[in-house]
């Protein structure tokens, strides 16, 4: 009894001191697979490595929660953060060094959260900024932003953006409300909830939860929007919408990856771990190969190998998986405690 008495208390051990704080944002550079940033519920982390070890690079920020990050993909060094708390920060030196650039983030209580941000792919300096009280503009990379909502009458909170990749002019917004479109740069929305909400919640503010939308690469007039209450696709531009992925364990979908490189291929992230389709959100299959734990916050692709992919948790740590996620490895601890 004695010996398994020990046994027990060695193996708590163990198991206490790889717990990793929660990945809830994963961004990784576009050219240098070894370089990763990471944002957990306190702090952001980077390796440069490929994940052996990782350096907070939160100093010069406010203690604001970061849940958006991107980095400028024509001069990567240059990283923003979106906080919730404390609008945006930019860095212009890999996250060494953080400047807060809130310029015309009016109602900072409020717009202070920044959820997503989203680059013009002609220009860099040109970002829009989903936020909780709606879609900015920036064109000088932050310095100044303005505010585009017009025809957005019913919401505020924008959660998620999705930009048309062979028509730039043309976004999505993912809201509380479902979704909004606009054909010339988010000068004006319209939205465009055919079948995404139920008719008599079309007016409403709080319809439906919409987590991510993407433009399907090879398709543009196809786009999936992932919420809180199930997956939709959209074969005709978001004229309107079907419902797709009934079968799927859990409706709440937290996180969705279009593969660049493979046509149909769809990974969405939740509660219970990550599901793939390989025939356009037809059929699915539950790949957690190597999981700890399943609950799935943050997943992301590599811009370098499409096989690569990598999802966060909440209590296990950072995954990698190098076979389009039919197995997947821990890598080391992030800002876990013993």
Not at 56 to 70: K, P
Not at 147 to 172: A, F, N, S
Not at 218 to 241: H, I, N, Q, R
Not at 255 to 271: C, F, H, K, S
């Amino acid at each position: 009894m004695t010996n398994f008495l020990a046994a027990v208390v060695l193996a708590a051990s163990l198991v206490g001191c790889t717990r990793s704080d929660p990945i809830v944002v994963i961004q990784l550079h576009p050219n240098n697979p070894d370089i990763i940033y990471v944002a957990t519920n306190d702090y952001i982390y980077k390796t440069r490595d490929g994940g052996r070890t990782w350096t907070n690079l939160s100093r010069g920020m406010s203690h604001s929660r970061v849940i958006a990050m991107a980095i400028d993909p024509i001069y990567p060094a240059t990283v923003y953060a979106g906080t919730k708390g404390d609008a945006v920060y930019k860095s212009h030196d890999g996250g060494q060094r953080w400047t807060s650039m809130r310029s015309g983030l009016d109602d900072a209580t409020i717009t202070s959260v920044a959820n997503q941000f989203l680059f013009d792919p002609a220009d860099s300096q040109h970002i829009f900024l989903a936020t909780t009280m709606g879609v900015f503009e920036t064109k000088n990379g932050g310095e100044q932003w303005t505010k585009k909502m017009e025809g957005m009458k019913e919401v505020l909170m924008v959660v998620t953006l999705g930009m048309d990749p062979t028509r730039p002019y043309m976004l999505y917004a993912g809201t509380s409300g479902g979704v909004y479109k606009s054909i010339d740069r988010a000068d004006h929305w319209d939205k465009v909830n055919n079948g995404l909400v139920p008719a008599a919640m079309l007016k409403t503010s709080r319809a439906l939860n919409v987590t991510s939308i993407l433009v399907d690469p090879f398709e543009p007039d196809t786009v999936y929007a992932a919420t809180l209450a199930g997956l939709y696709k959209t074969t005709d531009a978001a004229k309107s919408w079907t419902r797709i992925g009934q079968a799927l364990p859990d409706q709440m979908i937290v996180g969705m990856v279009l593969d660049r490189a493979r046509r149909g291929v769809i990974y969405i992230t939740g509660r219970d771990g990550v599901h793939r389709s390989d025939d356009a959100g037809v059929t699915w299959k539950l790949i957690n190969s190597g999981f700890v734990t399943t609950n799935i916050r943050s997943i992301a692709q590599s811009a370098v190998d499409p096989k690569v992919l990598y999802v966060g948790t909440n209590g296990s740590g950072l995954y990698r998986s190098a076979d389009t996620g039919e197995t997947w490895e821990r890598m080391s601890v992030v800002g876990g405690k013993p």
